[in-house]
């Protein structure tokens, strides 16, 4: 006689949507991510299987400012904070006062909302792409002049701290590793390094936000900024 194990799984309606349009049953994250880190930052939300972006410039970062952005973008698309169960926010490197706001602005809605909040860097978010195509990945970011790099294995746990370094030893010790930088960050970028080809510039996806919450690649419990003076 067959025996029949039963599984049981529980999910509260607001942490997941089925897709009853499919012939399969897909789970659908619905999140909203802050991003201030650079000069132009963004706002992203993705709920029932859409997504709605707004770039903001840095002057929108202060506590008011960037609360009252965030109110107008959830208004102008017609969606609340009832229609999201988790918050992304970017926790560096960048402006420490900006990425402060940002911080306390996700902690404040999550706790006020009863919504989770994960934080993410931009290190990481650069590299999601390449989860398990490389043995080892580098990733560059450069801030005020300065570059840091860090170093991630294949499934994209940190295998170093930041280091902060030269444009000659990036010329010297990684010109044959892989080494991503994220493309908002190539502007200022040294002219040499930019054109020398070792580099990956990768279009940062707010969507691989997700992927990496799935993986446990984003940090749930000390969420604070990634400052590098």
Not at 64 to 90: A, C, P, R
Not at 198 to 208: E, G, K, S
């Amino acid at each position: 006689m067959p025996t029949f194990v039963f599984i049981s799984f529980k999910f509260s309606a607001k942490d997941l949507l089925i897709d009853n349009n499919s012939s399969i049953n897909t789970v659908i994250m619905n999140f909203f991510s802050i991003d201030c880190s650079t000069e132009i930052g963004s706002l992203f939300i993705k709920t029932k299987n859409k997504s709605f972006i707004k770039l903001l410039q840095s002057d929108k970062y202060e506590n008011d400012l960037l609360m009252k952005q965030i109110l107008i973008f959830f208004e102008e698309n017609h969606l609340s904070f009832d229609d999201i169960s988790q918050i992304f926010v970017n926790q560096g490197p960048g402006n420490f006062s900006s990425l402060r706001t940002s911080l306390a602005i996700a902690k404040g809605v999550g706790l006020s909302k009863n919504i989770k909040i994960s934080g993410y860097n931009t290190f990481i978010w650069s590299c999601a792409k390449f989860f398990e195509q490389k043995d080892i990945i580098y990733s560059l970011v450069n801030l005020r002049e300065k570059y840091f790099i860090k170093q991630f294995d294949k499934n994209l746990k940190s295998s170093s701290k930041v280091e902060e370094i030269s444009v000659e030893k990036i010329f010297k010790k990684y010109n044959a590793e892989f080494i991503v930088i994220s493309k908002n960050l190539i502007k200022k970028l040294d002219k040499k390094l930019l054109n020398s080809g070792y580099l990956n510039i990768v279009d940062l996806d707010h969507n691989d936000l997700e992927f990496l919450y799935l993986k446990g690649l984003l940090d749930k419990d000390l969420i604070k900024p990634l400052y590098l003076s």
